[in-house]
Each structure stands twice: as structure tokens, then as C-alpha cells.
């Protein structure tokens, strides 16, 4: 699977940007879809996934913010991001899984071994 994320820029803290993840290769073998974000000087972190039976998950610091969604006809994936904070600022990588795991998923719960990522997008929210 490769990966190609877009949409991010610059702007203002209360601003919007919808992000994209588009998908090529093997996708039938995707289990899981998802967002990670890295600021300078931080451990990657985990945004929002969509996993088995297509639930949505999202770290407790985006939740209300940031809505995943997904247009499999394009085999894309979206990242919805609203009420933008300066510390929301960071690279965004999308990623996807291939191996099931109950309730989640690999790339959700950290297990990034089987892990596909993509190349970054930069997200700036200036204050």
C-alpha cells in the first residue's frame, strides 16, 4: 500500500483544514485507516483512526474537533479538522493497518510493526 496525505497550511487558531489520504496498491488488505501527528521535539501521537466495521476513534485531546471519514470509491481518507489550536500544529501522516485486532487496531493502540505510513503533511495554527 502508498500512501500520499495533502491539504495541509497555514492557519489561524479557531480556523478549519480538511486533510487527505489517498490510497494505492493492495488496499484490499487494509484493516484499519488512520491519522498520526508529530510536533517538533515530540513522540508521534495518535489522531484518529477508523477501524473494523468502520467505528471511529479519536484521541481525547481532538474529540469535537476533528472528524475521519472515508470515500472508498476514491480510496480516500479524510481528516476534517475544525477549531484549530496551536498546539494542533505538527506533521499529519496517515497510515493503515493490515492485521485485525479486537475493538481496534494495530495503528490506534500503537502497535506499528505491520504499520504503512505515509509521507507527512504540515499542519501550522498560529495564535
Known amino acids: 500500500v502508498q500512501l500520499q496525505a495533502s491539504g495541509g497550511g497555514l492557519v489561524q487558531a479557531g480556523g478549519s483544514l480538511r486533510l487527505s489520504c489517498d490510497a494505492s496498491?493492495?488496499?484490499?488488505?487494509?484493516?484499519?485507516r488512520g491519522w498520526h501527528r508529530q510536533a517538533p521535539g515530540k513522540v508521534r501521537e495518535f489522531v484518529a483512526s477508523i477501524v473494523g466495521g468502520g467505528r471511529m476513534l479519536y484521541a481525547d485531546s481532538v474529540k469535537g474537533r476533528f472528524t475521519i471519514s472515508r470515500d472508498n470509491a476514491k480510496n480516500t481518507m479524510y481528516l476534517q479538522m475544525n477549531n484549530l489550536k496551536p498546539e494542533d500544529t505538527a506533521v499529519y501522516l496517515c497510515?493503515?493497518?493490515?492485521?485485525?485486532?479486537?475493538?481496534?487496531?494495530?495503528?490506534?493502540?500503537?502497535?506499528?510493526?505491520?504499520?504503512?505510513w505515509g509521507k507527512g503533511t504540515q499542519v501550522t495554527v498560529s495564535s
Open positions: 496498491g493492495n488496499i484490499f488488505s487494509i484493516n484499519s
Open positions: 497510515a493503515t493497518d493490515e492485521l485485525p485486532l479486537y475493538g481496534s487496531s494495530c495503528l490506534t493502540e500503537g502497535y506499528y510493526t505491520d504499520v504503512t
